[in-house]
């Protein structure tokens, strides 16, 4: 029961639930940029709530280049947390951010980020 407690008091945070969420939604593998552009928050909020969600199980990363990009896990206990936020959370609720998201992905290159953070919504709001 503690591990339960835990993830949710870690997605607690809004702003961690959101990311959470975008990757989840997405289900691909998203550039750090893309999560900072979609969301609107500084690049150093977004890395340590990546790395929280990192530590916790729910999300994995990889460095390609400059670049890094996390998707969420696929292990049981992400998988079941997943299927719950996706019922529970409308995607309506995150409008913004996954209109930003959308708008953010259309700028890949070939299935790859490319274009570096615009800055949070000043680039794509």
């Known amino acids: 029961m503690e591990e339960w407690a835990s993830l949710f008091r870690l997605l607690g945070n809004p702003d961690r639930?959101?990311?959470f969420y975008l990757l989840v939604y997405h289900r691909d593998w998203l550039c750090?940029?893309?999560i900072?552009?979609?969301t609107g928050l500084?690049?150093?909020q977004v890395s340590k709530h990546l790395r929280l969600l990192r530590q916790a199980g729910l999300i994995?990363?990889?460095r390609e280049g400059r670049w890094t990009h996390y998707h969420a896990c696929t292990g049981e206990r992400a998988k079941?947390?997943?299927a719950f936020l996706l019922k529970?959370?409308?995607a309506d609720a995150l409008i913004t951010e996954l209109v930003r998201l959308r708008r953010r992905l259309a700028l890949r290159h070939k299935g790859r980020c490319v274009a570096?953070?615009?800055g949070g919504t000043d680039g794509l709001g």
């Open 116 to 118: 570096g953070s615009k």
């Open 88 to 90: 529970e959370i409308p």
């Open 42 to 44: 500084a690049q150093y």
């Open 80 to 82: 079941r947390l997943q």
């Open 17 to 19: 639930l959101c990311i």
């Open 60 to 62: 994995e990363g990889k």
């Open 32 to 34: 750090v940029c893309e």
């Open 36 to 38: 900072v552009d979609a």
